[in-house]
């Protein structure tokens, strides 16, 4: 790392939006220390970026690795603060919550929420909350989602984490004001990545077979993966990132979303009840009532 050279944590650089980031932000001219959970992947990225480039390996819910993780950049720092920390990683399963096992779902809070105030903690001394490190604050940046908003049937766990991310963001924003520390959420739309093809290949309703939801599976997830491909690339919504990191006002929270007027600003802006009955319409999730035989009770 050059000396005066500013330097960003990005968590889950390996692919993605985070890799996508880490493109961002290094032709901006930043270092980039990124979280990568295999060495592989660590050195794959070195390789790409050379020295712009410093791998951090954890996972975000393994504490200790995580620490060890902040120490070392601590050191790099070389008793200056850093600039960003930019909570990417997480993680998304995807399943009608009637059936959905609960470990899928307690996986998607552990990784998604808990996972990431593991990662906010450990950073934040360096972020500016140790009064004794040179520097300006840093920055947070939350990767949320459309549906850190709003709630899409078929990915509730995947909803209820970054809706919890959205409201634990802005409790944090407020409490860590007192340091000069600010938190921005990002929520991203879909983004054209190869993670579509590979859920198409896998099939939508796979799980689900037996479940009166099979026809509905099998519809949004063909719209899910088609919205897909039309998603931003990774690097547009790295852009954004960047601008929260960089603005002199910042919003408290940016949406980068493809097909914006669809997917974002009409399900937001129409009442809740409307949006119910276009999704269930669409994706053939209305009530059919079954002729039922009545016990006579005499």
Not at 115 to 142: K, N, S
Not at 148 to 156: A, D, E, N, Q
Not at 221 to 247: M, N
Request: charged fraction near 20%; proline fraction near 6%.
């Amino acid at each position: 790392m050059k000396e005066g050279q500013r330097c960003v944590v990005v968590t889950g650089a390996s692919s993605g939006i985070g890799l996508g980031t880490v493109r961002v932000l290094i032709e901006a001219g930043y270092h980039v220390c990124g979280s990568v959970r295999q060495r592989a992947d660590g050195e794959r990225l070195c390789a790409e970026f050379g020295n712009a480039f410093t791998p951090l390996l954890f996972d975000v819910t393994d504490t200790h690795a995580v620490r060890n993780a902040a120490d070392q950049v601590r050191e790099l720092l070389g008793g200056c603060t850093l600039f960003g920390l930019v909570n990417n990683a997480g993680v998304g399963f995807h399943g009608p919550l009637m059936y959905q096992p609960i470990s899928e779902f307690a996986r998607n809070i552990e990784i998604n929420l808990t996972g990431t105030l593991i990662v906010t903690q450990a950073f934040l001394p360096l972020l500016g909350a140790d009064r004794m490190l040179t520097g300006p604050p840093g920055r947070i940046i939350m990767m949320s989602s459309v549906s850190g908003k709003i709630g899409p049937p078929f990915v509730g766990a995947y909803a209820a984490s970054k809706h919890g991310l959205e409201g634990m963001s802005e409790s944090l924003r407020r409490e860590l004001m007192i340091f000069g520390i600010d938190v921005i959420i990002v929520g991203p739309g879909s983004v054209a990545t190869p993670i579509w093809d590979k859920a198409e290949e896998r099939g939508t309703v796979s799980g689900y077979e037996g479940t009166p939801y099979r026809d509905a599976l099998a519809k949004i997830g063909d719209f899910y993966i088609q919205e897909g491909r039309r998603g931003y690339p990774a690097e547009r919504i790295g852009r954004c990132v960047l601008e929260a990191l960089t603005a002199w006002w910042p919003a408290t929270r940016y949406s980068p979303v493809a097909n914006k007027l669809t997917i974002w600003t009409l399900p937001m802006l129409l009442p809740a009840r409307w949006v119910d009955w276009i999704l269930a319409f669409k994706f053939d999730l209305s009530y059919k009532q079954q002729p039922r035989e009545y016990c006579k009770v005499d």
